[in-house]
């Protein structure tokens, strides 16, 4: 099995004037291809610096990270760019969707970045759409969606790009338990089909839905191991 992403040593200090506040400690991890993994740990443990690294939006003090295979941090900041759009697709807390955009709109949207014809954008995006039982939702916009879609429009426009790592920060932080339950449904789907999940979470009941959890407390990681 091929690793989606090898970090070693990673580090990351913020310089507040004379004060280096250090927030990931030697922090190594890989995951192979079609896991299922939960980083879990409380506000400020350093979970969302390491999302950051992890999809190629941050950079660390000293370290590596190799995504499928490529050294990212020798890449200058448009190759790095170019391996994000690629590579990884992004769920956040918020959806993070243009309000003025229907959900086919808003979906196509990597592939306006990535030079796909406005033909097969509109194709891809639908079949995204299909793909999270929103079919019927195509021409909606934002305001008419409850959450629990507006989030599954956002995984849709994840998965678009045809990434190799779905990259989740607080996916269900605000939903409600029955949202919350679809969308962790849905990852499984995802995952069962082959694609590997990283999902950052404080929510051990959300963390459990994973294969495999790993702790992060004060910038330092523990492998707990398979989550059941």
């Known amino acids: 099995m091929s690793l989606v992403l090898k970090l070693d040593h990673i580090y990351k200090d913020y310089n507040l004037g004379k004060l280096v506040v250090p927030v990931l400690k030697d922090v190594s991890l890989y ?25 190629c939006l941050d950079r660390p003090t000293s370290g ?80 008419q969606l409850s959450g629990g879609q507006k989030q599954r429009v956002a995984i849709a426009r994840a998965m678009v790009n045809n990434p190799k790592l779905l990259l989740a920060d607080e996916p269900t932080g605000a939903l409600d338990s029955k949202s919350s339950e679809q969308v962790m449904q849905l990852f499984q789907m995802l995952n069962d089909d082959g694609i ?27 492998e707990r191991g398979d989550a059941s």
Not at 32 to 55: D, F, Q, R
Not at 116 to 121: A, H, I, L
């Open 31 to 55: 995951v192979e291809e079609g896991e299922y993994v939960a980083i879990m740990g409380p506000s400020g443990s350093g979970k969302s610096t390491l999302m950051n690294i992890i999809g």
């Open 64 to 143: 590596t990270y190799e995504l499928n295979g490529t050294d990212v941090f020798s890449q200058n900041d448009r190759a790095m760019a170019a391996m994000r759009l690629s590579g990884i697709g992004f769920v956040f807390q918020n959806f993070q969707l243009l309000s003025r955009q229907t959900a086919l709109d808003n979906v196509a949207l990597p592939l306006i970045y990535a030079g796909v014809r406005k033909k097969e954008r509109r194709q891809r995006a639908f079949e995204a759409l299909k793909r999270v039982g929103l079919e019927d939702r195509v021409t909606f916009k934002p305001t």
């Open 196 to 222: 590997t999940v990283v999902m950052i979470t404080h929510d051990p009941g959300i963390a459990r839905h994973a294969k495999r959890i790993v702790d992060i407390f004060d910038g330092v990681i523990s």
